[in-house]
Nanobody, 114 residues
Framework: VQVVESGGGLVQPGGSLRLSCAAS????????MSWYRQAPGKEREFVAD???????NYVASVKGRFTISRDYAKSTVYLQMNSLKPEDTAVYYC?????????WGQGTQVTVSS
């Protein structure tokens, strides 16, 4: 399974970005897909995840601002990020879980700055 993130960039505070995460390869029975982020000098932290049934979970700091969604036909997960804050600046990573294994992408940089 290969995982590729895209959609990062530079945005002003209060702005929006939509990240995409595409899974390819042996994608049969991929389960939960998740977004994590890692800011400079900090540990990687959980942001959001979505089950095959569409159930979602978010870290408290992004609730009401970020929305995770899933296109099953395209094996793609999205992270819509609104009302971005400077503290959201990080490299955002996606992972896909399948048969007890976790597959990570290379990450996409999100920078929130004026």
């Amino acid at each position: 399974v290969q995982v590729v993130e895209s959609g990062g960039g530079l945005v002003q505070p209060g702005g929006s970005l939509r990240l995409s995460c595409a899974a390819s390869g042996d994608i049969f029975r991929i389960g939960i897909m998740s977004w994590y982020r890692q800011a400079p000098g900090k540990e990687r932290e959980f942001v959001a995840d979505i089950t095959t049934g569409g159930l979602t979970n978010y870290v408290a700091s992004v609730k009401g601002r970020f929305t995770i969604s899933r296109d099953y036909a395209k094996s793609t997960v999205y992270l819509q990020m609104n009302s971005l804050k400077p503290e959201d600046t990080a490299v955002y990573y996606c992972n896909a879980n399948r048969n007890g294994n976790t597959y990570w992408g290379q990450g996409t940089q999100v920078t929130v700055s004026s």
